[in-house]
C-alpha cells in the first residue's frame, strides 16, 4: 500500500465488511496449519501488527502474537531496550501469565530478595527497622514476586520466538488508517503498511497522541514527581532497603535499594510540587538532572552522593506520578495498552501486573477473532475494565502515604504512623489488603 494507490478514510469510520473465509490462493498455507490469529489473509500473507513500545507491556504483547502466528514488528524509540528503572511487583493473575510465557522460575530466581527496610534520620542514625514487609514490595516472603523493570524486561523479550522484528531508535511520526490498514510513516522515514497498531509506549504515549488527540485530555497528575538511578553500593548493604524523610515529612523522601546481587543500589527520590507540569518534566535530561539536584539539596543523610552519582550513569528516569484514564482504549484499527491506555501510577504497586494480564488478554482476543479487531478490541476492553478501574482506584488509598493528595492520617492511639515505628509508611491495613485482593482478583481467561 502506498499513499499515492490507497484511499483513506477517517479513523472513526467504520470498516467495511470483511470477507474472512475468502479462498486460500495457491501455495499459502492452509488455515488449519496456523493458529487462527495467523490465518492467512486472501492475499496469502499473515496478518501484522505494529507495536510500538518495547516496555514490558509491548514485549509481553508480541510474544503472545508471535506464538498465535502473527507478523509482528516492535518499534522503540530507546537504541536498545531500556535498563534502569524501578523495582516492579508480580501477583495474583499475573504470576498465571508468566508461568504461562514458562518464566516463572527465571522470575523467581531473579527477585529482589530484600530482607526488610530501616528508615533513617538526616545524620545517618536508624529510627526504627523492619523484616516484615518493605515499601516498594509489600510482605516479606509472601507470594508476589519483586524484580526490577529492565530485568524482567528483558525476561520476557528474551523468551518471545525469534520471528519478531524489531526496530530501535525509531519511532512513529505519522499514521493513517485506511479500510484495509493503517499506514505508518517512521521517524528514520520508512514508510509501511500494518494490519493492525497497538500503542504500548508508556504514560506520555505518542500513540495516543497521533490517534485520540492531546495527553492533557487523559493525563491526571497528583502533583508528586518521582526520579531513579543507578548508584554502586558503597553502603555494603545486603538485600536490604532505607528510606530517608527529612523530619517525618512525606512531601520529600529518598528510598535506596539493593539489586543485581548486591553490587548496586536504585536510588528513588520523590516530591511534591504545585508548580504547571510543563515546568517540572524538562524534555532534556540534562535538565530534569538538574531539577532533581535542586528540589532535592536540602535532603540529608547519603542524599548528596547519590545526587553526585545521578550525573554518572545512563539509568536515569524522571517522571510524574499520574494516571492515564480514556473512555476507550480503541479507534478502529489500533488499540492502546498498558500506561498508555490506562496507567495505575507508581503508587498503586499494580502496574507491571496489568501490563502483563492485559497483553495476554489483547492477543488472546485477537487469536480468538481471527485477527478480526472489530470483534477483538471490544472484547479485550470489555474482558478488563472493570479489572482496570479496580487497580486504578488503590491510588486513592496509596497517594497519602507517599506524599500525594493528603497527609498520613495519625493513629488513633495519638503516635506517628507506621509500621514497628516507621513513621509515614504504615504496613498495609485491612482497607488496602481489601483493595488489592479486588484487583488481583480476575479471572484469567484460556486463548
Do not use: K
Request: aromatic share 8%; with cysteine.
Amino acid at each position: 500500500m502506498s499513499n499515492a494507490s490507497a484511499t483513506p478514510i477517517p479513523t472513526s469510520t467504520p470498516n467495511a465488511p470483511s470477507t474472512p473465509n475468502a479462498p486460500t490462493p495457491p501455495g499459502a498455507p492452509s488455515a488449519s496449519a496456523l493458529p487462527n490469529g495467523g490465518r492467512p489473509r486472501p492475499d496469502g500473507r499473515r496478518a501484522s501488527v505494529l507495536v510500538s513500545g518495547a516496555g514490558i507491556a509491548g514485549t509481553a504483547l508480541a510474544y503472545w502474537l508471535e506464538r498465535y502466528g502473527f507478523h509482528v514488528t516492535v518499534v522503540e524509540r530507546a537504541p536498545s531496550l531500556r535498563g534502569g528503572g524501578q523495582a516492579v511487583d508480580i501477583r495474583g493473575n499475573a504470576l498465571q501469565v508468566v508461568e504461562r510465557m514458562g518464566l516463572l522460575e527465571e522470575v523467581r530466581a531473579r527477585r529482589t530478595g530484600l530482607r526488610g527496610m530501616s528508615l533513617v534520620d538526616s545524620d545517618g542514625r536508624e529510627l526504627s527497622r523492619t523484616t516484615e514487609w518493605t515499601v516498594s514490595g509489600g510482605p516479606v516472603g509472601g507470594p508476589d514476586v519483586e524484580i526490577l523493570r529492565d530485568e524482567l524486561a528483558e525476561l520476557v523479550a528474551g523468551a518471545a520466538g525469534p520471528g519478531i522484528e524489531y526496530r530501535f531508535g525509531d519511532s512513529i511520526d505519522t499514521l493513517v488508517q485506511y479500510r484495509d490498514g493503517v499506514q505508518v510513516r517512521f521517524r528514520s522515514g520508512t514508510e509501511r503498511s500494518f494490519d493492525l497498531v497497538v500503542g504500548a509506549d508508556g504514560l506520555h504515549s505518542n500513540t495516543r497522541r497521533l490517534v485520540f488527540g492531546p495527553e492533557d485530555d487523559y493525563l491526571h497528575a497528583i502533583d508528586s514527581y518521582i526520579a531513579g538511578w543507578s548508584v554502586p553500593n558503597h553502603l555494603g548493604l545486603d538485600r536490604w532497603e532505607i528510606v530517608h524523610e527529612p523530619g517525618g515529612r512525606a512531601e520529600w523522601s529518598c528510598l535506596v535499594m539493593t539489586a543485581r546481587g548486591n553490587t548496586e543500589l536504585r536510588v528513588f527520590v520523590g516530591f511534591r510540587s504545585d508548580e504547571p507540569l510543563d515546568r517540572m518534566l524538562p524534555r532534556d535530561r540534562v535538565e530534569q538532572r538538574r531539577l532533581i539536584a535542586e528540589r532535592c539539596a536540602h535532603l540529608g543523610w547519603e542524599v548528596p552522593h547519590f545526587l553526585r552519582g545521578m550525573w554518572e550513569t545512563d539509568a536515569f528516569h524522571y517522571d510524574v506520578v499520574a494516571q492515564i484514564r480514556m473512555d476507550r482504549w480503541s479507534n478502529d484499527r489500533v488499540a492502546l495498552l498498558g500506561d498508555a491506555g490506562y496507567c495505575c501510577s507508581p503508587f498503586t504497586g499494580q502496574g507491571t501486573s496489568v501490563a502483563l494480564t492485559a497483553a495476554y488478554v489483547l492477543a488472546g482476543e485477537l487469536h480468538a477473532a481471527d485477527g478480526d479487531h472489530r470483534t477483538a478490541f471490544p472484547a479485550y476492553e470489555r474482558r478488563l475494565r472493570d479489572h482496570v478501574t479496580a487497580n486504578q482506584a488503590i491510588l486513592e488509598l496509596t497517594a497519602p502515604r507517599y506524599g500525594g493528595d493528603a497527609a498520613p492520617a495519625p493513629r488513633a492511639d495519638g503516635g506517628q504512623p507506621g509500621a514497628e515505628g516507621v513513621p509515614g509508611f504504615d504496613a498495609p491495613g485491612p482497607e488496602m489488603e481489601a483493595a488489592f485482593r479486588a484487583a488481583t482478583l480476575f479471572d484469567l481467561p484460556d486463548y
